[in-house]
């Protein structure tokens, strides 16, 4: 029994949920965003990841309406919302600092939002009864919120904003106050919790494990732009430029000049090293500058020179980051260029083949690398 | 022993300053009196040994506050004291809540410079700045000269030595008192909790009312007291401003001291006010208490 695949982004007939056409916000001479349009499909779990500064937050406060766009419009079904305030979007948020009300219990604040509506008294309960039992928090609804740890907290904020079962739920950094263990738990109860609710999320999040974890796509911006937006695997494997590549990761860039070989490039990156070799199907001119990006998980690292390796250089074991799982190895070649390479640590107390300054080989095939222009 | 250390300090300083001044007043208000030096009887003798104070022990009674209950200017003084009280600490509330609200959400660099205004008077004598208010109250004063100036009055208002004068003098002199901690709560406020009322379906208005008020609470019920415990025994501000028909317990007191030389009767009028004064005090520190328990 096949499931469909989710991915309403490669179908011409679905109707996104939330469109941004041109969108630029201006805070006087500082362009936070700059002239963006993009897509959010209805049930997606959209991340929005970048550093600080990179007007993620921007993007989802206009979404909010707590900011207006000074150019383009945003879209939500089909219908421009700038005009709409934010207590009358279908749209609820979850701050990063929750903004749990004090003075009112779990239940009252999870009610705060249906007690608005007018909704009546017996429904309120039943709605607020549910929100609890989702987030598993029955037993809490009579404590203030300071009577509640890190992690309920977390989850009551998430109660309330669901609570009016919005068309659109903003998520601001929603973990980002957890300590990593419980993180991690509560990113896929996260993601159940959008499953069952089938409510379309977007969160903002400068942690790309966690954007790669629960979103269905990831789109990363620097400076005001979308940078590349798509699901985790393709950002990973497939990244469009090198600042993704970069960002999204552990990663080796070299830097060197192409010239076309086959079905892919010859790449001369120092006097004195071997040409690379990286099968790619971009376009690039004889002699262009081009970078190639090698996740270290694809390099393998020998004592011997490997006999029929697409690529292989020598070098020099200058770090060993030993983590637990995994070990990585930054090896230096003759030129000063560091390459990285890691190994699972598959046996327990294994004996370590190789140690600080030893020479070492390492290799890549021809597909293992990504091909990016300048 | 350290910590007892430190902790006999504050002890320490109560009793010198409240108890035993306080043990002084109440024996005074026991005692009769008398046309001496001091103008009551008896006076403590230790010379006489262990009889003088036996002597001292018999010499005291009641009698000054079953004198209180006989005459009813006394209740009615202290009646309308508190409803003085009362309502001039809720006209300093409407004054300064909006007052306190606007430096909260000044620009940043805004509030020291608001902060100092605020508390700028304190650097005049608190009783020039009460007489200054007759010269802008009374018949002929800026006021309404101002009024009449403009058209908007034909006759001189009278305001000068009447409860709104009262009123004015109160609201002005303990505004500070009232501002300072509203500011303080509001101040600590986190913006987003307005934002998260508004994502929730909240009108800004309905936002203040729900979110905004009951998160000053406790700086409302502070300001509060701090306007309502002097104002009750206030003294300067009804016999300058009052009139005759003003009857403020402050009043009654001095007058009993001052003009009747009647210091026993003064001192049972003063324990009593203290003894109405006690109940709010300890609502306030219970207040204070819940809300460091809150904090905790």
């Known amino acids: 029994m096949g499931q469909t695949v989710f991915e309403p982004w490669n179908d011409p007939d679905a109707k996104p949920l939330i469109q941004f056409k041109n969108v630029t916000k201006r805070f006087g001479d500082f362009v936070a965003i700059d002239n963006q349009s993009f897509d959010i499909y209805e049930q997606e779990f959209f991340a929005l990841l970048g550093p600080s500064g990179c007007g993620k937050t921007t993007m989802m406060r206009m979404l909010a309406g707590f900011e207006t766009p000074t150019e383009g419009t945003i879209l939500l079904g089909g219908q421009d919302i700038a005009p709409i305030p934010p207590n009358k979007r279908a749209v609820n948020m979850m701050f990063q600092s929750y903004a749990l009300f004090p003075h009112l219990s779990i239940w009252e604040n999870i009610a705060f939002g249906l007690k608005r509506d007018n909704m009546p008294k017996d429904k309120i309960d039943a709605r607020v009864a549910e929100m609890l039992k989702l987030t598993r928090l029955e037993q809490f609804a009579k404590r203030k919120p300071h009577q509640c740890s890190g992690g309920q907290r977390q989850r009551v904020a998430l109660a309330r904003s669901l609570a009016k079962a919005p068309k659109l739920l903003l998520l601001d950094e929603p973990l980002g106050a957890l300590d990593a263990k419980l993180r991690q738990d509560t990113q896929f109860e996260l993601m159940d919790i959008q499953e069952k609710t089938g409510t379309t999320f977007v969160i903002v999040t400068h942690d790309q494990e966690e954007a790669m974890t629960v979103a269905s796509r990831v789109a990363v911006m620097d400076h005001g732009k979308i940078i590349q937006a798509d699901t985790p695997a393709r950002i990973y494997e497939m990244p469009n430029s090198a600042y993704v590549a970069d960002f999204i990761g552990d990663v080796t860039i070299i830097s060197g000049t192409a010239t076309p070989a086959g079905d892919g490039y010859d790449i001369a990156f120092a006097e004195g090293q071997p040409i690379l070799h990286a099968k790619s199907d971009i376009q690039l001119a004889k002699a262009q500058s081009c970078h190639l990006a090698i996740r270290p998980e694809k390099v393998a690292i020998t004592a011997e020179k490997p006999a029929d390796a697409a690529n292989a250089l020598q070098g020099k074991i200058l770090d060993i980051a030993y983590l637990g799982n995994l070990s990585t190895y930054h090896v230096e070649l003759a030129n000063g260029q560091v390459v990285k390479s890691q190994t699972a640590n598959t046996r327990r107390l294994s004996r370590r083949s190789f140690t600080w300054e030893d020479e070492v080989w390492l290799s890549w095939t021809d597909t293992a690398g990504v091909l990016l222009k300048e | ?296």
């Not at chain 2, 101002?146 to 009262?166: D, H, K, Q, R, Y």
């Open chain 2, 1 to 296: 022993m350290r910590r007892a250390a430190l902790i006999i300090i504050p002890y320490f300083w109560l009793l010198a300053l409240f108890l035993v001044p306080f043990l002084i007043v109440l024996k005074i208000s026991l005692s009769d009196t008398a046309l001496a030096i001091p103008p009551y009887t008896p006076t403590l003798d230790f010379s006489n040994g262990w009889q003088g104070i036996k002597d001292f022990w018999a010499a005291l009674d009641l009698e000054n506050f079953e004198f209180l209950t006989t005459d009813d200017l006394y209740w009615k003084a202290y009646l309308s004291s508190l409803k003085i009280a009362v309502i001039a600490t809720f006209l300093t509330l409407l004054v300064g809540y909006p007052i306190a609200y606007g430096m909260a959400n000044a620009p940043d660099h805004w509030r020291p410079t608001l902060m100092m205004l605020v508390i700028l008077p304190f650097w005049t004598s608190f009783l020039i700045r009460v007489y200054s208010w007759m010269g802008i109250l009374s018949n002929e004063g800026y006021l309404n000269q101002l009024l009449m100036g403009m058209g908007v009055i034909s006759e001189p208002l009278t305001i000068l030595n009447t409860n709104t004068a009262v009123y004015i003098g109160i609201v002005y002199t303990y505004l500070p008192f009232m501002i300072l901690p509203i500011y303080s709560a509001l101040e600590r406020l986190d913006a987003s909790l307005l934002e998260a009322a508004e994502d929730l379906g909240c009108s800004r208005l309905t936002a203040f009312w729900l979110v905004t008020v009951p998160l000053s609470k406790n700086g409302i019920i502070a300001g509060c007291f701090l306007v309502f415990i002097p104002t009750l025994g206030e003294f300067v501000i009804p016999s300058l401003l009052g009139g005759s028909k003003t009857l403020m317990i402050g009043k009654v007191l001095w007058e009993e001291f001052f003009n009747n030389r009647d210091w026993p009767v003064a001192s049972a009028v003063a324990v009593i006010l203290l003894l109405i004064l006690i109940i709010p005090i300890i609502l306030f520190q219970r207040n204070e208490q819940k809300q460091r328990e809150a904090d905790g």
